[in-house]
């Protein structure tokens, strides 16, 4: 890490604490505007479940796509033969601090629910964020499991979309998504921090967070929003 940085860590464990006690997703995205990454917000229909969730992991990238009710009996595809493709081998590739993040398909029905939450949260994944429905909800609920979706939709995957790949780059609104990014999410949204640029990423966000911190009181204090904005840039 750059030297002038004043926040360091040691593993993923102690950066997510970090993240959790100092930074959202308005600051973290601000930083990446600055450094020309304009495009790492998921769509802003992605909503928690909760208002006061707060997901932050890495990425295990999970790739979906629409098939016919009828496709396990005329496929070709041996992926396609299978129940719900490869969505359980996906589900139990889980691994600790990640988070299932699924896209490619139409928006028209669940790809995320309550057994699902109880098989990754005993894996000690953080969350799952897809870009559809999610249902179950109380059951998703009762068991604490962040979840970022659409809404909550009670139509099944199973006879209308299959996952055909996982741990592959996959798109989501306008992001593309690597295994491994980092994904931050909370009431204002879903930003995903890519693996090559987190250290400078975070690095500049705690400085920025620590700074807005301090225009803030002056501004409470009755700093006029110019001047502030004016001697420390933030606003």
């Not at 988070?99 to 000690?124: F, H, N, T, V």
């Not at 199973?158 to 306008?174: Q, S």
Request: a negative charge.
């Amino acid at each position: 890490m750059k030297e002038n940085y004043l926040v360091e860590w040691a593993n993923d464990a102690e950066l997510f604490e970090l993240i959790r006690k100092e930074l959202f997703t308005a600051v973290i995205g601000d930083v990446m505007d600055k450094m020309g990454l304009f495009h790492q917000f998921l769509p802003p229909n992605i909503r928690p479940l909760k208002s006061d969730l707060f997901l932050i992991g890495r990425a295990m990238t999970v790739l979906e796509a629409d098939v016919c009710g009828n496709a396990e009996e005329q496929s070709k595809n041996p992926v396609l033969s299978k129940a719900f493709g490869f969505m359980l081998e996906a589900l139990d590739d889980l691994g600790p601090g990640e988070i299932y993040i699924c896209s490619g398909s139409s928006p028209d029905y669940a790809l995320w629910g309550e057994i699902m939450s109880a098989r990754a949260k005993a894996l000690g994944a953080h969350g799952a964020i897809v870009n559809g429905y999610s249902r179950d909800t109380v059951g998703i609920l009762a068991l604490d499991f962040p979840c970022f979706s659409m809404g909550c939709y009670a139509q099944d995957q199973a006879p209308r979309g299959k996952v055909i790949d996982w741990r592959v780059p996959i798109r989501f609104g306008n992001v593309l998504i690597k295994d491994g990014d980092m994904l931050i999410g909370d009431i204002d949204g879903v930003c995903v921090v890519p693996r090559a640029h987190e250290q400078e990423v975070f690095a500049r966000a705690f400085e920025k967070a620590r700074a807005e911190k301090v225009v803030l009181n002056k501004v409470m204090e009755g700093m006029a929003a110019k001047e502030a904005f004016e001697k420390y840039g933030i606003m």
